[in-house]
């Protein structure tokens, strides 16, 4: 578009970052008006996802772009993740028994006195002097000999008094009746169940947000109904003085349109704190408090197709946050049941050991390297095996009753959020009609005063009905979209969500003057 359209423009772009994104573009145009229009378009197109935030502080967002700005370094799903990352790490280290022990132990020792081994020499002379009288019956002189040399004692040195060695040894376990298969499951369903408790909070964030935005785009209509409402009555006041004065009407109907005034002004003046206390509040969730003012431009919204109540109830039992972490529960107690029966069985194992280094300790006595293959097995451990299995059982059998009594309590809340839905659509198709006749009648009565043929009290009290009829519509569209945001997380499908509001018929035809995305202009 540059090279063709625009041959001759040159621009320059200037950005920086202080509290909101501050953009200047200057440019030169060389040539006719339709090359200007090609470039404005051009760069529409290039800084459209850029241009939310404004010079004064005042950024304009839609209810998707505040969930990604929610979700940029928000500490609840920073946590959520570091609960995942602690999970993986769990699984690791029950992963770790399906390898070798490999370890190397060391020691310097100092005994009392030396290991030798002593023998008696009588027990050699004793059979030779044996031998000597068989020949020399009468012999003395061979046989006190035999007698001193059997009175000693014979020493050979095995080790010495000081001992040093380090040895390496390995553990491999080859049998462990299944612990290790089961203790890999425990490890998986431990990460699926931060996964789920991750997509939990994330879904709390998305229904919070959605309740807070479009608290905010709500107290930003009641103010724009309540202004047109004080508009219309302070005009009304206006023309009851003229008409006090040409004495058409009494000082009563004058003073009745005045009060009128008067409260209206009240009520719009509390509808703009609300809305200032909608407006911390959602800037305190996004974690954007530098910003002077956030205009929510996605507008409430009502479908008029809503699938029926059985199908969010069949979502429960598949896609409940809930009953789903409770189903992880149950899975990794009835593999530890499964562990705890494993007890029963001996376990086996290879081991090695490599002496590595030695210091007084001959190789004829310990050897330098030793293979081989033992096993354990618990034969009798005080009933322990038996109370861990009876301890397993019952932690199954509670999440399962607890994951039957979760489906019934997230049915009945099923059931309340719909309804809140379907009372929040009745009141819409109750006021579709009212709304046009209350718009007709304010017209008729305002000319009919101006004519001297309506009282003043017929046209406050048309004015009244037809704010009190907006604002009931307004109400009754927060309640279906903060409903339906709550209904759809409920079920575990808060993704959905972006479709039903874009399908949905918006709040703007209550305002036929306004477009979509028009806020109200709040004066200090």
Known sequence: LIRYALPKFTFSLCVYFKHSLLFSVYYIITETKAYMYYYKLFLCLLFLPAGLWAQSGEVSLTLEQSVSLMNKGNRTLQMADKAVGIARSERQKMNSFWYPSLNATGAYVHLSNNIEVKEPLKQFTDPAKDFVHS??????????????????????????????????????????????????KIGNRMVDFAQVGREETEAVLQTDLVAAYYALRLAQRVVKVREETYNGLQKHYQNALKLEANGMINKAERLFSQVSMDEAKRELESARKDLTVAQNALKVLLNVEDVTVINPVSPLFMNDD??????????????????????????????????????????????????????????????????????????????????????????????????????????????????????????????NTTIEMSRELVRIRKKSFQEGMATSTEVIDAETMLSKIQIAFLMAYYQYDVSLASLLATCGVPETFWQYSRTGKTEDFIFPTYESGDSPIIKE
């Open 306 to 431: 809503l699938p029926n109540e059985l199908y969010f109830k069949n979502l429960i039992g598949g896609n409940n946050y809930m009953v789903n972490k409770l189903r992880l529960q149950e899975s990794m107690a009835d593999n530890q049941l499964k562990i705890s029966k494993s007890a029963y069985v001996p376990n086996i194992a290879l081991f090695g050991k490599q002496t590595l280094y030695a210091d007084n300790l001959p190789r004829n006595l310990m050897p330098r390297t030793m293979v081989g293959v033992g096993f354990t097995w618990n034969i009798f451990d005080g009933l322990n095996r038996e109370a861990n299995v009876r301890q397993a059982r019952l932690t199954k059998q509670t999440l399962t009753l607890g994951r039957e009594k979760a489906r019934n309590e997230l049915s009945v809340l099923v059931d309340k959020l719909y309804s809140e839905i379907q009372n929040a659509r009745d009141n819409v198709a109750a006021l």
């Open 135 to 184: 020949i020399l019956p009468d012999d003395r002189f061979i046989s006190s000999i035999l007698d001193n040399i059997g009175a000693h004692t014979l020493t050979f040195p095995l080790l010495q008094r000081n001992l040093t060695t380090i040895d390496a040894n390995i553990t491999w376990p080859v049998f462990t009746g299944g612990k290790r298969v089961f203790a890999t």
